[in-house]
């Protein structure tokens, strides 16, 4: 495990050699792993990381359903609703489901629709790893909303090597150099065996050169 101020370290120098922008870049974690097996769907990486100071950009939540769910999405400001007809209209449509797909990074679904989302939206979100979240009646999905607002998921399918956002120049580097010790953390924490499955792990900009870590 490379410790925070190597972490923090690389991060400043990151943004040090990008090129100056008048807009704030994302600033992207490329994770390289090895001696693992990653055909072997066990070895495989999909985890949702909450992150302490999140991604600092909007990220997508659409929530699928009726009635109170709809009410609690308005007062969580989700950016889409779908209703069970629209769920519906959407499978006949592939050229719009993809775009939803596409879009909104999580999806929450009451238990009642997940039959329909399955059926007509499943070939869209499945492969993208972005099959709804469940929700039983009488959840509250307000504080879901509130941590998946300020998460990453990380889903590596048959690939050693990985990338996430971990933050966006407008942050402070000690910000940033925290949500990557959460996410190398947690990442080596599933690996077979831990820090010894990574290889390395650089640190860029959107347009700057990438800085390794250690």
Same mark, same amino acid.
């Not at 101020?5 to 990008?18: N, Q």
């Not at 495989?44 to 699928?64: A, F, K, N, Y």
């Given at each position: ?85 629209? !769920? ?9 489901? %993809?775009? $939803? ?28 790893? %972005? ?15 509130? %941590? ?17 956002? $971990? ?8 910000? $940033? ?8 953390? %947690? !990442? ?12 390395? &792990?650089? &640190? ?11």
């Amino acid at each position: 495990m490379v410790d925070r101020a190597k972490i923090l370290e690389a991060v400043k120098t990151a943004v040090e050699k990008a090129p100056k922008r008048k807009f704030s870049e994302s600033i992207d974690i490329t994770i390289n792993l090895k001696n693992i097996d990653m055909a072997q769907p066990k070895n495989r990486i999909d985890e949702t990381i909450m992150l302490p100071h999140g991604t600092g950009e909007s990220i997508g939540i659409c929530v699928i359903g009726k009635g109170d769910i709809v009410t609690q999405a308005k007062d969580a400001k989700v950016d889409l609703i779908i209703g069970p007809e629209e !769920v519906e209209r959407l499978g006949g449509q592939p050229r719009e489901a %993809r775009k $939803v797909a596409s879009k909104y990074r999580y999806f929450l679904a009451e238990t009642a629709v997940m039959p329909g989302v399955g059926r007509y939206l499943g070939p869209r979100l499945g492969p993208r790893g %972005r099959m709804p979240m469940p929700i039983t009646s009488g959840q509250d999905i307000r504080p879901i909303v509130e %941590r998946l607002k300020n998460s990453v998921k990380i889903r590596t399918k048959d690939k050693t090597v990985f990338s996430t956002k $971990v933050g966006t120049t407008a942050m402070k580097p000690e910000q $940033v150099a925290e949500n990557i010790e959460t996410i190398v953390k %947690r !990442v080596e924490s599933v690996l077979e065996q831990g820090p010894l499955n990574v290889r390395s &792990v650089f &640190v860029k900009t959107t347009m700057g050169p990438a800085v390794r870590l250690g």
